[in-house]
């Protein structure tokens, strides 16, 4: 990267450090070196901090900001190979994502450590790790290790008992950012060998406690082509009951109503949200009742709440 020097910019190494996965983990200048900004003055500790943070963050709006909006148009300095240009004065609404006087610096490190080299580390990793590395990883509770051991193992095509159950493991336990990466796992097991490893997560007593992973269970069975079977429809029908917010009472509907019938658990976890206070809940469910077959007694209830109802 550059440092000014009279007007202009001298070469400064500076080291970054990344983990296994291309993520960003921190930069590194040689000893007795600093950083400068504008007019010459070095980066405090509080600029260092705010630069750590800049790199730390892959979604910076440096992604979208342009060369033109960083620099200046200058001549360049022909005589000096050592020397590109010199940082203009940052425009004010993109100011809050640099260091102040170091905008060249910002930009110049955050492609460094969100370019290229990111997916080449990833694909050094991928490369040297085996199936022992990537249970390490599943067992190291960290979400994206986790994520990514998950991902390796599916794409590989490890689907042995102790795999599968360390899988299954993670998703119960471990991070919920880990969910989906375990869900598709488990939904690829299941068709490679035939055994029911995706389905059995509608009976897992940890996944229906969680209703972040109740959610993410639910869309993969929403974005899935395969048949549910009645049992999986049953237990479906009981999460109904409990259900507690509107986007999870909709994905629930939404899969029964595959089906030419519903389930006695179904329709009676529909008749006790008719008592939610949420009104999309009660329409919803209201919805999904009115034209099915109920029982004498469902029948009674559902009749009371079109009478109570304005």
């Known amino acids: 990267v550059y440092k000014r020097q009279r007007g202009a ?20 200048l040689p000893p007795r070196a600093n ?32 060369w033109d909006e960083i620099t200046v148009p200058q001549v360049a300095f022909a005589r000096n190979p050592r020397v590109d240009a010199i940082s203009g004065a940052t425009a004010l609404s993109k100011r809050d994502v640099v260091v102040v006087g170091a905008a060249y610096t910002c930009y110049t490190l955050w ?14 990793t991928i490369s040297a790790t085996d199936e022992r590395d990537l249970v390490n990883y599943l067992e190291s509770g960290e979400g994206k290790f986790a994520i990514f051991a998950a991902d390796q193992l599916r794409q590989r095509e490890i689907f042995d008992n102790k795999t599968v159950a360390e899988v299954r493991d993670v998703m119960r336990h471990g991070d919920e950012r880990v969910v989906d990466s375990a869900l598709r796992y488990l939904a690829a097991a299941s068709a490679k060998t035939g055994v029911d490893h995706f389905l059995r997560c509608c009976q897992d007593k940890h996944l229906i ?20 079977p009645s049992g999986c429809l049953d237990q479906l029908g009981r999460w109904l009951a409990t259900a507690d917010t509107y986007y999870e009472v909709h994905l629930l509907l939404t899969l029964l109503e595959r089906e030419e019938t519903a389930s006695h658990e179904a329709l ?43």
Not at 50 to 64: A, G, N, R, T
Not at 111 to 124: F, Y
Not at 209 to 228: I, Q
Not at 268 to 292: H, I, P
């Open 209 to 228: 406690a969680s209703s972040v992973k109740r959610t993410r269970f639910l869309e993969a069975l929403r974005d899935s082509t395969e048949h549910l």
């Open 9 to 28: 910019c001298e070469v400064i190494t500076v080291r970054i450090h990344f983990d296994p996965l291309g993520d960003f983990e921190r930069y590194e």
């Open 35 to 66: 950083l400068t900004k504008g007019g010459h003055r070095p980066f405090s500790p509080a600029d260092h901090k705010k630069l750590h943070e800049i790199l730390s963050d892959p979604y910076s709006q440096l992604k979208s900001i342009g």
């Open 111 to 124: 492609h460094w450590s969100h370019g290229e080299v990111v997916n080449a580390i990833h694909e050094m």
């Open 268 to 310: 009676d976890g529909a008749l006790l949200q008719l008592n939610n206070q949420n009104f999309r809940v009660v329409d919803k469910c209201y919805q999904f009742l009115k034209d099915k077959e109920l029982s004498k007694t469902q029948l009674r209830k559902l009749q009371a709440f079109e009478n109570r109802t304005p």
